[in-house]
Structures are given as structure tokens and as C-alpha cells.
């Protein structure tokens, strides 16, 4: 069983930085890829960006690509989201996943693990 809990979050103004945490517990985990998403009210759960523990490659929605950046720290089993130039639009409860290795690294339906979320406010 893989343990997912997210830190980080907080109300910031538009075009501030966070910089959000999870962190990773669980046998299994380095084989996973990691991902982060985020969720208004009302509204679906949407893929922000996503790195596999072993080969650290990344993926980014089009919407952060060039302002957020993901990482993972081996030593301190977490895993990081670096949000910069935030927008009124980044509003949401942001959430850490865990699942295989998939193409579908955008799809919600990858991740078998999700921690309970932290919220982000960019507020004007």
C-alpha cells in the first residue's frame, strides 16, 4: 500500500511562486510513476505534471508547461511541484497520485494511489 501526503499549499498573488510536497511511503512506490492534479470545485480532475521515480522523465500539461516543474528527492521519498508565475486559474485543490508505469500518464484512471490533497489560492 502505497501512503501519499501533500504540503505546500497556501493563498498566493497572482503571479507568486509555491511549491508544493508529497511525501511517498509504501514498498512498491519507486516503481510508480508520480503525478500531480489538480481539481476545482465543481469540476473535473485535471493532469498537471507527472515524473517516474526511476528514469525521471516528466510530462506537463500545456497549461504549466514553463511555469511549474515536478522533481522527486530520493533520499527524502517526496516528491516536489515548483509552481511559479501562478494564475487566477491555478485555484484548485491539488492532488499527489501514484500508479504503474502507463502511456496514459494524463489519465486519472493510471493512478491507483492519491493522497487527500492541498489546496491553492491565487487570488488577484
Known amino acids: 500500500q502505497v501512503q501519499l501526503v501533500e504540503s505546500g499549499g497556501g493563498l498566493v498573488q497572482a503571479g507568486g511562486s509555491l511549491r508544493l510536497s508529497c511525501a511517498v511511503s509504501?514498498?512498491?512506490?519507486?516503481?510508480?510513476?508520480m503525478g500531480w492534479f489538480h481539481q476545482a470545485p465543481g469540476k473535473e480532475r485535471v493532469f498537471v505534471a507527472a515524473?517516474?521515480?526511476?528514469?525521471?522523465?516528466?510530462y506537463y500539461a500545456d497549461s504549466v508547461n514553463g511555469r511549474f516543474s515536478i522533481s522527486r528527492d530520493y533520499a527524502k521519498n517526496t516528491v516536489y511541484l515548483e509552481m511559479n508565475s501562478l494564475k487566477l486559474e491555478d485555484t484548485a485543490l491539488y492532488l499527489c497520485?501514484?500508479?504503474?508505469?502507463?502511456?496514459?500518464?494524463?489519465?486519472?484512471?493510471?493512478?491507483?494511489?492519491w493522497g487527500q490533497g492541498t489546496q491553492v489560492t491565487v487570488s488577484s
Open positions: 497520485a501514484a500508479g504503474p508505469v502507463s502511456v496514459n500518464y494524463y489519465s486519472r484512471y493510471s493512478y491507483d494511489y
Open positions: 515524473i517516474s521515480w526511476s528514469s525521471g522523465t516528466r
Open positions: 509504501g514498498p512498491t512506490f519507486r516503481s510508480y510513476r
